[in-house]
Nanobody, 115 residues
Framework: QVHFVESGGGLVQPGGSLRLSCAAS????????MGWYRQAPGKQRELVAT???????NYADSVKGRFTISRDNVKYTVYLQMNSLKPEDTAVYYC?????????WGQGTQVTVTV
């Protein structure tokens, strides 16, 4: 059974940092491209960052230089280090796993950036 456990979300002030984690089980983690997406209230889900199984990364322009995605293929975990957070980063953040036509989503973790 495929399962994702996301953690690390919370409430933070502007300029602060958070580190999201997504621990996967039930999949061959190393062959999946992993990613983080987010959805703010009233908006569509959008890509934040992806990391391919080979390690190459891709970021949304809005988070370049502030967020870093990484993966640990031994721990079956993908991370998102978020620095210099802004109020517009407030959203539910979702973990994603993709291999060819097979895709899975985590349940989401709330990130709120406010004074």
């Amino acid at each position: 059974q495929v399962h994702f456990v996301e953690s690390g979300g919370g409430l933070v002030q502007p300029g602060g940092s958070l580190r999201l984690s997504c621990a996967a089980s039930g999949i061959r983690f190393s062959i999946y491209d992993m990613g983080w997406y987010r959805q703010a209230p009233g908006k569509q889900r959008e890509l934040v960052a992806t990391i391919a199984r080979g390690g190459s990364t891709n970021y949304a322009d809005s988070v370049k230089g502030r967020f870093t995605i990484s993966r640990d293929n031994v721990k079956y975990t993908v991370y998102l280090q978020m620095n210099s957070l802004k109020p517009e980063d407030t959203a539910v953040y979702y973990c994603n796993a993709l291999f060819v036509n097979t895709e899975y989503w985590g349940q989401g973790t709330q990130v709120t950036v406010t004074v």
